[in-house]
């Protein structure tokens, strides 16, 4: 017997730069972009019979998308729906809000009833039965601060402090999820969570991200499950490669940005079988049609006229459809003489210019405080006053008025 999954994470529907309005639709282009990408995975797992869908997080670019962002992926979600498939969504860090108990933007599915979708929004053990035979799926949504900062005890922690007890909890939670599993069942645990081995995306390493809580590889690779899904890094990787179980992030759907201009985009295909021996889980990368990012970079000699030079490049790479930036670097002090016009017309196949563009000189920037969406309001201010000394001496007054008004923001739930 087999168990055949897809395992897809990040689609991040509602990311719109680089893009415009499409006037046949109405639509953004790039939330085409998304939902092309999206509507392929679900189509392969069709074609392919798979028993169920693994949604590792992060549907959307934020916990409040629009009525028409929501359309569209409901009506995704319908196609596996009307076709007896089901699936495990948990929510990612952009699912959900940062005020504990409000409802995540996945939710709808869980009120509705929607037949065969299953919503996670906390740490919980779904039995599932295919139509090739039971299947458990564990599953750990994100940890936000806000779990902890509603207890007592966890008031006064630091923001370092808070990230240790999340991970902490996470662990706990990763082991009271595998005693609960039958180990006579096939059984995946998925997760949306940041693990110690990843390596990062391009935009999430340029990013300005406060500390998530981190997980090591061998806590995630318990041996009760058959496969572990995640969610949260764009970027393809197993982090327990050539072993059991493997530990994949299927990284994102489409590319968000130039960060991720170099990486492969696409979703995982899952077999769990099991043999007299046991079981053995193995699985394939699947290539979703993304949206290509072309960076042009052109050296220009002292000699070399400038148009001239950024023509020469651009007629050497295949740039149809693909967003495009022109990067020139220009001798000396030389002034800059580049036709943009003639650089536009000989882009007219791109699907869209970003820039066209000198090199930036290069200066030395003063490191800053990161501030992450989902720190308290303390923690954040703190953080800002870091960036900004000059205001050091009223930061007293500033958590003062800022408690004040967090309070009022409670009371107002």
């Known amino acids: 017997m087999s168990i055949k999954f897809l395992h897809v994470a990040d689609t991040h529907i509602g990311v719109e730069n680089y893009g415009r309005l499409d006037s046949g639709t109405g639509l953004h282009t790039r939330l085409q972009d998304f939902i092309k990408s999206l509507r392929f995975a679900f189509e392969k797992a069709i074609k392919e019979d798979v028993d169920l869908v693994i949604f590792a ?10 009525p028409t962002h929501q359309r569209e992926f409901a009506s995704l979600i319908h196609m596996l729906s009307a076709r007896d498939i089901p699936i495990v969504m948990i929510t990612g860090n952009h699912d959900s809000p940062v005020s ?4 995540s933007s996945v939710d709808i599915f869980g009120t509705l009833g929607t037949k065969g979708v299953y919503i996670a929004s906390e740490d919980r053990l779904i039995p599932i039965d295919t139509k090739s035979g039971p299947v458990q799926v564990a599953c750990l ?9 509603t207890q007592g005890p966890y008031h006064n922690l630091s923001q370092e402090e808070v990230v240790e007890q999340l991970q902490n909890l996470g662990a706990l939670l990763i082991d009271h999820l595998s005693s609960q599993v039958n180990p006579a069942i096939p059984s995946v645990l998925v997760g949306h969570l940041a693990a110690a081995d990843a390596t990062l995306s391009g935009s999430e390493q340029t990013a300005i991200i ?5 997980f090591l590889t061998s806590t995630l690779a318990n041996p009760a499950f058959d496969y572990v899904a995640l969610g949260h890094i764009h970027k393809f990787q197993d982090l327990n490669p050539n072993a059991q179980p493997p530990v994949v992030y299927s990284g994102s759907i489409e590319r968000i940005d130039f960060g991720e201009e170099r990486e492969t985009k696409g979703v995982v295909m899952v077999t769990i079988e099991t043999l007299e021996t046991g079981r053995t889980t193995s699985y394939k990368f699947v290539r979703t049609p993304a949206r290509p990012f072309s960076t042009i970079s052109v050296d220009i000699a002292p000699d070399q006229d400038p148009t001239t030079a950024v023509l020469e490049a651009l007629d050497k790479h295949t740039l149809t459809d693909a967003i495009v930036r022109v990067i020139y670097d220009l001798p000396g002090d030389r002034t800059d003489t580049v036709d943009l016009k003639a650089v536009k017309n000989a882009l007219e ?7 066209i563009a000198p090199r930036p ?7 800053r405080s990161s501030i992450s969406e989902d720190m308290d309001i303390k923690d954040a201010l703190h953080a800002y006053l870091q960036n900004h000394p000059d205001l050091k001496n009223i930061e007293k007054d500033l958590q003062n008025y800022g408690a004040q008004l967090e309070a009022e923001l409670r009371g107002s739930e």
């Open 57 to 66: 997080g992060d549907a959307y670019r934020s916990c409040d998308p629009t």
């Open 210 to 214: 406060g500390r998530d809580p981190v």
């Open 361 to 367: 000189r290069v200066q030395k920037q003063q490191r």
């Open 100 to 103: 504990y108990g409000k409802a």
């Open 349 to 355: 196949d791109a699907f869209m210019i970003a820039s």
């Open 141 to 149: 949504p994100w940890l936000h601060r806000s779990r902890l900062l």
